[in-house]
């Protein structure tokens, strides 16, 4: 038998991005400064994102597949990754977690993400699902001696775990309804063999819905959120309210329009009540929430629920306002979370909204980015956010989803109030304490990168939609 080696072109990136993840743990025995691991991690990173250019294509038989659609959010990936890196380098020194692992474990994680961007199979989704999870599920626990952080990391573990467990039975029905896990034979299985009304076959689409909407903090699936999002370190809770929601969209989008596309009738029908649920239980839960990053999990819920418009419509405008939609939202949610980095220091630990009491008056330049990135997840013009959701809101009502639209403009609404009493906070409170912000060079190149790219692609935003829909025109 001749043993002919697959073609790994169009895995060069994720080649390069494990062995910068190999040099990063290899390199923390030599250099005590872990501010240098950091830069060699981003200097890396940004390498690897060059290396997507001429990446394209399909390998081992199907299983691996590099296009527009992956390519996409590999560079959301990046970006989350990059920016992590640049808030967490003061963050962790100030929390006494300073280790080098904690970039090799992001590193890692955000493999199993681009594994997942570009999963042919069942199997490899699987792989990049659980590499990207054991990885979360540390850097959730990281600061050892926090039993907050502690109570993250276990119970981010046993739900993720338990979500698994859904996923492994989906994709064994699967596996047993058609004798492949390979998305595009799946399809066409079920289209030869008019399975479309098969009972079993729906019940595998709904084991797999949940354990994607675990992944995507969708309701009533995302029980794990607040308390995890409250626990982690406030670097981690960045990466984790944008690389894994991403990643979850990424294998939603490409399973239920690849292999299950003949019964998206029936996907469809079982996530609009979910899109309404989440949207419902993150913006009127929010309301309630004193601690900022419990307000910003719910947020994340809610947001879940709006993107998820864009999986419901399915159709390829309706995947690009999805994919755009995700863009914007990891740079204006990431800003949010680095202004509260910012707050955190010696004795001082930020998450509370009462900490933000006249900050406008002590700290002028940090409120103002603070509000536009507010002003940005509300929805409100010229922001991106407000370009994020017009694109996907036009994508439903084009596919005749008029009345969801309506109410999610409702629930948007709804969510002024709580994004928009910080900002009161902020602007019309006097300050009780004086706050010292813990300023670095990578926390004020975070929030240069974000809040710039907040506001241009409020006002400029054709470049990331026409990208995202020629990432999704393959579909």
Do not use: C
Not at 160 to 184: C, E, P
Not at 227 to 240: K, L, N, Q, R, W
Not at 349 to 356: L, M, R
Not at 428 to 456: D, F, H, N, R, Y
Request: aromatic share 12%; net charge neutral.
């Amino acid at each position: 038998m001749n043993f002919q080696l697959p073609d790994l072109t169009p895995m060069i990136p994720e080649l390069l991005m494990t062995a910068l993840a190999l040099i990063v743990i290899l390199i923390d025995l030599l250099i005590k400064k872990k501010e240098v691991i950091a830069l060699i991690s981003i200097a890396g990173v940004a390498v690897v994102a060059l290396s997507l250019v001429g990446s394209s294509g399909i390998t081992f038989g199907g299983m691996y597949i590099s296009d527009g659609y992956s390519t996409f959010f590999k560079l959301i990936f990046f970006i989350n990754v990059i920016l992590t890196i640049l808030i967490s380098i003061k963050y962790i020194a100030v929390e006494k977690v300073n280790y080098g692992e904690y970039y090799s474990l992001i590193l890692f994680s955000t493999i199993g993400m681009m594994i997942m961007a570009s999963a042919g199979d069942l199997i490899v989704l699987y792989l990049g699902l659980e590499l990207m999870a054991l990885s979360t599920y540390v850097l959730a626990g990281f600061i050892r001696h926090d039993i907050k952080s502690n109570e993250a990391a276990l119970k981010y573990f046993l739900l993720g775990a338990f979500s698994s467990a859904f996923l492994l039975y989906g994709i064994s029905i699967v596996y047993g309804l058609t004798g492949t896990t390979d998305l595009k034979a799946i399809a066409s299985f079920i289209n030869e063999r008019g399975l479309t009304d098969n009972f079993s076959l729906l019940l595998s689409v709904i084991f797999l819905i949940v354990a994607f909407g675990f992944k995507i903090a969708a309701a009533p699936f995302h029980m794990w959120a607040p308390d995890v999002y409250e626990g982690a370190p406030t670097s981690i809770t960045a990466f984790m309210s944008v690389g894994p929601k991403a990643a979850g969209f990424a294998v939603l989008g490409r399973v239920f329009m690849v292999a299950f596309v003949s019964v998206k009738v029936d996907w469809v029908a079982i996530l609009i009540p979910i899109s309404i649920l989440t949207m419902a239980v993150g913006n009127i839960v929010a309301l309630s929430q004193t601690n900022i990053k419990r307000m910003l999990a719910y947020s994340s819920i809610a947001h879940a629920g709006y993107a998820l418009l864009g999986i419901i419509t399915a159709n390829n405008e309706g995947l690009a306002s999805m994919m755009n939609y995700l863009m914007i939202y990891a740079f204006m949610n990431i800003g949010a979370f680095a202004v509260i980095i910012m707050l955190r220091s010696e004795g001082f630990k930020g998450d509370s909204i009462y900490d933000y009491e006249g900050l406008a008056k002590t700290h002028p330049l940090a409120a103002v980015l603070m509000l536009i990135f507010m002003f940005s997840l509300t929805g409100i013009p010229p922001t991106a956010g407000f370009i994020g959701k017009l694109y996907i809101f036009m994508a439903a009502i084009n596919a005749g989803y008029t009345w969801l639209v309506v109410i999610a403009v409702i629930f948007s609404a709804i969510s002024a109030y709580f994004y928009l009493r910080i900002i009161m906070y902020m602007y019309m409170k006097e300050p009780k304490t004086s706050v010292q912000l813990s300023v670095s060079p990578g926390i004020a190149l975070a929030l240069a990168i974000t809040v710039i790219a907040v506001l241009v692609i409020g006002v400029l935003p054709s470049a990331v939609i026409n990208f995202a829909r020629i990432a999704a025109s393959g579909f």
